[in-house]
């Protein structure tokens, strides 16, 4: 999640002080993604260091509003007009936990997909009840927030659909591949073929 | 609360012997008033027949089936139609809008099969429309409405009258996705008012409407609504 970028283009309104950005930003994006007051300070004395905003006077209060340079303009501009690479999000647990569970001697995989898939199913019938009430034009940013969620927590689901058909036609791999315990020593004889490859 | 729709260990072969199908084992599920249920599965894993059990559109092979209080099986066939009737309404993917009727007309016609006067049930047809949001559009042919709009003439016809028990197959058929949307909060909105509904579905952005999503595999029903697995139940090597 880009905070730098969220915060030029709340700047882009008009001028705002640290406390103004944190509640316009966790507004446009119904509250999904909680800022901490220190995040946004150190995101904008980052931003002026680049020359992206720029601090005014300070304000009768004490408080320090920024605006937008030109610079931070343009740089706004090309984040709106580049596509998202999505190749260095973080590694996908879920997809490598399943991945290891079908490669893990003694792990029920069909009832691992099953309990994920339950409970990405709750998420999502969590989020349908957040979009169910009133339907205010008001509402629009944050609603799209919240379809981006429905999406990828349906995205998901059909996923784990998917895993659990490929499972049907899985051949469990055999219980040889256990690996050795402190009392059930690995025996070279029943651990590797004819060939001597281990299994 | 008495469920509205109940099924007690309901079984459905199709055929016998070796080629035997199992369409459903043992199924049991009640929905009770102001409860929406979504049942999702992939094809073939026995949702259309659970939805043509409860309607009473087929009969199980063993176990029995409820609906307010009442067991299909015990019922005459026209006891049965008089059910199907006034009680279940239906929501097909396809729409079985009848082409030659108006959209009033077809919302009025199960009303007056049931032996409503005409009166009343081109009254109680136009509330059904106002409701659905085509107030003003009840004398259109299905032909001259968009596929939006004939969904919600669909849905007006199975919520007219006193209907108890919604049930819905794929309800959003080929509905763009905001014009589905809009078909989900109507069912919900209804259901909320006091009717029980089962939706059946692929889509789990659609199921996540209901209240309980069961998942039908191989003709058996996983209810979400139990607690989540033990972390122990999860490996076979600690049973």
New interface residues.
Partial sequence: MSIRHGLLALLERGPMYGYQLRAAFEESTGGAWPLNIGQVYTTLNRLDRDGLVRALAESEAGQRPYEITDGGRAELTLWFATPIDRADRPRDELAIKLALALTTPGVDVRAVVQTQRTASMRMLQEYTRLKGGEQRPADLPWRLVLDAMVFRAEAEIRWLDHCEASLVRHTPIPSQARPATADEPASHDDSRDESGVRR | MNPVLELRGVTRTHGTGETAVHALRDVSLAVAPGELVAVMG?SGSGKSTLLNLAGGLDRPTAGEVCVEGASLGGLSKRQLARLRRRSVGYVFQALNLLPSLTAMENIALPLELDGSGPRASRRAAAEALDEVGLDGLGGRFPDELSGGQQQRVAIARALVGERRLVLADEPTGALDSQTGEAVL?LL?TRVDAGAAGVLVTH???H????DR?L?L?DGVL?D?AGP??RPE??????Q
């Fill in positions: 992939p909060r919900r889509e789990a952005r199921a996540a409407w209901a999503v998942f595999r996983v979400t989540l697995a139940d999860l490996l076979e090597s600690a």
